[in-house]
């Protein structure tokens, strides 16, 4: 059994699929959190979720890069629908990664300057609660292509067209 776990963390693909909820599940979690800890007015339950807000967005890096090193495998294991949601998948991914990045920075920033600045508190949580609210809608907007590449029972709709940029692969 060992053995067997070993070998699958040294599959990019495998590692893909298992942390690939962090960016999500993760995010949302700790988005209720702070807009609980906002409401409550607790600084310190803010800070706890800020940097939940943090771990769960900087954790798309990890996400992506695996996700990167499986394409070829993938590819390979997919049929042609499931192909053309593998290249959907990943340009949504690749153009929307930086959101993630940027939600890092600023839960890292409403943790740091209240500190210097302690009346900037409430406006950066603000800002992080609907700034993640938007990034879990891009980071649902770029699973919902990932779950469709593998799973036939997911596909209720045609396959998206090639892109071109994909075809060298």
């Known amino acids: 059994m060992m053995d067997t776990l070993l070998q699958d963390l040294r599959q990019p693909e495998y590692i893909h699929v298992l942390i ?9 979690i700790s988005w209720i959190g702070l807009v609980i800890a906002l409401v409550l ?4 339950a803010q800070v706890a979720t800020l ?14 890069e695996f996700g990167e090193q499986a394409y070829d ?23 929307l990664i930086y959101v993630f990045y940027a939600l890092a920075v600023v839960s890292a920033s409403a943790i740091a300057v209240p500190m210097r600045w302690p009346k900037s508190s409430v406006p950066l949580v603000i800002t992080v609660i ?9 980071g649902d907007y770029v699973a919902y292509t990932g779950g469709k590449i593998r799973h036939r029972e997911f596909r209720n709709e045609p396959p998206p067209p090639k892109r071109a940029e994909y075809e060298q692969h």
Do not use: C, Q
Not at 130 to 138: E, K, P, Q
């Open 20 to 28: 690939n909820p962090l960016p999500v599940y993760g995010l949302l």
């Open 41 to 44: 007015r607790s600084r310190r």
């Open 51 to 64: 940097t939940l807000v943090f771990i769960s967005s900087i954790s798309a890096w990890p996400v992506f």
């Open 73 to 95: 495998r993938v590819l390979s294991m997919a049929d042609e629908d499931g192909r053309a949601w593998l290249d959907e998948h990943m340009h949504r991914a690749e153009k």
């Open 130 to 138: 609907l700034f993640g609210a938007a990034t879990l809608a891009i």
